[in-house]
């Protein structure tokens, strides 16, 4: 019985002696244990900012008188709006006002030439994106107003604010801070006025304006 006593005595103290030496030669093999990473919380989009925009356009207009004929110029201008994110989908109302030079003419029965002309275009548009963190792909449409200003040599010619409607889509990236850059596409059909007798020989001689906007801008968000 001693033995057995004496054994399981020695057995528990070589026991308490290996033990701590085995897990300090396993940490130093090992290194101690790692933790996961800690990931700071997603770019949020929601605020005010403002911004410029510019970039060019192109489009046709449509006399009665002369047909259709292309348009191209550029476009340069100021942007306002606010975003409210709800998880990953950005939610938005933005404004513009733009000087434009986009324009266009024909000879086509118009010997002299006639001219469309349209020098500065606004829109109101809602958005809808969602959010890849600092990536926002994001789609876009509303009203659109510009004026359409159509001559013809030896007529007064006439000049008249429409209102229509555009739609389009962008991508938008947070680069640094409160600042985001963006690239966007735009529709914009303006519709058409009745010039008449004012443009030709035609009382009923409608202009019309249509473009594709594409532009780049920096905004800053508040």
Known sequence: MKRVLLASVAALTLAALVGPATAADLQRRYGPATKAPIYGPGYNWTGFYL???GGGGWGRSDWTSTGAFDLSGGIIGGTAGYNWQMSSFVFGLEGDVSWSNIKGNTFATC???CETRNSWLSTVRGR???AFDRFLPYVTGGVAFGDIKATRPAFVGRSETNAGWTLGAGLE????????????YLYVDLGDFTCGLSC???AGDKVSFRSHIARGGI????
């Open 51 to 53: 911004g410029i925009a």
């Open 219 to 222: 905004n800053y968000r508040f």
């Open 111 to 113: 010997a002299a030439g």
């Open 200 to 202: 030709s020989a035609l």
């Open 128 to 130: 809808v994106g969602y």
């Open 173 to 184: 990236f947070a680069v640094a801070g409160n600042w985001t850059v963006k690239g966007e």
